[in-house]
T-cell receptor, first 118, second 114 residues
Framework: GAVVSQHPSWVICKSGTSVKIECRSL??????MFWYRQFPKQSLMLMAT?????????EQGVEKDKFLINHASLTLSTLTVTSAHPEDSSFYIC??????????????FGPGTRLTVL | DQQVKQNSPSLSVQEGRISILNCDYT??????FLWYKKYPAEGPTFLIS?????DKNEDGRFTVFLNKSAKHLSLHIVPSQPGDSAVYFC?????????????FGPGTRLSVLP
């Protein structure tokens, strides 16, 4: 199977600090990774699409300077929430797309990271 | 404006019976549809997909039906099992090619009662 991990699974931080979330594809290469955010009882909202070696593409309304995305290798993408505030508290989920296939259904999700900003 | 809608936030079904989850979409450009299952505090898991050239796709207990003229799709689970209790998201995309992202519906929470 295809496994995507996220670290940390849960983080609590003080307002004003920055938090980095890692997303790794463990047994396949992912040229494209997606970052989603989910509020309680709401759907998954795509934040940005990151391609290995290039700048991320952010969805409308997502602040690129606040949510820094780095896709430095074919197996790792990171999301850094800078100067976090309580309203950034959410469940962040990444997904990775296999580089060897083109079908949309080969997008594998990580387990998510719960961020709580005090 | 929600492009993908799941109008039932929750659904309860008796074990062994059929579960029918519905999804409607507004963007006529969507031509590839997926269903994901999500347990609490976990990432979504892909269940089944269908492209617009088909009107039905079956995989074991799961069948997805697509009605393009009505812009409606449904997921049938039969027989339903307690382990099926989860939130089900319908997702849609324009094309099924490399780099394509999805638009998710708000989800339907399915509870299968023993």
């Amino acid at each position: 199977g295809a496994v995507v991990s996220q670290h940390p699974s849960w983080v609590i931080c003080k307002s004003g600090t920055s938090v980095k979330i890692e997303c790794r594809s463990l047994d396949f290469q992912a040229t494209t990774m997606f970052w989603y955010r989910q509020f309680p009882k709401q759907s998954l909202m795509l934040m940005a699409t990151s391609n290995e070696g290039s700048k991320a593409t952010y969805e409308q309304g997502v602040e690129k300077d606040k949510f820094l995305i780095n896709h430095a290798s074919l197996t790792l993408s990171t999301l850094t929430v800078t100067s976090a505030h309580p309203e950034d508290s959410s469940f962040y989920i990444c997904s990775a797309r296999r580089a060897d296939r083109g079908r949309a259904d080969t997008q594998y999700f990580g387990p998510g990271t719960r961020l709580t900003v005090l | 404006d929600q492009q993908v809608k799941q109008n039932s936030p929750s659904l309860s079904v008796q074990e062994g019976r059929i579960s029918i989850l519905n999804c409607d979409y507004t963007n006529s450009m969507f031509d590839y549809f997926l269903w994901y299952k999500k347990y609490p505090a976990e990432g979504p898991t892909f269940l089944i997909s269908i492209s617009s050239i088909k009107d039905k796709n079956e995989d074991g207990r799961f069948t997805v039906f697509l009605n393009k003229s009505a812009k409606h799709l449904s997921l049938h689970i039969v027989p339903s099992q307690p382990g099926d209790s989860a939130v089900y998201f319908c997702a849609a995309s324009v094309g099924m090619n490399y780099g394509q992202n999805f638009v998710f519906g708000p989800g339907t929470r399915l509870s299968v009662l023993p």
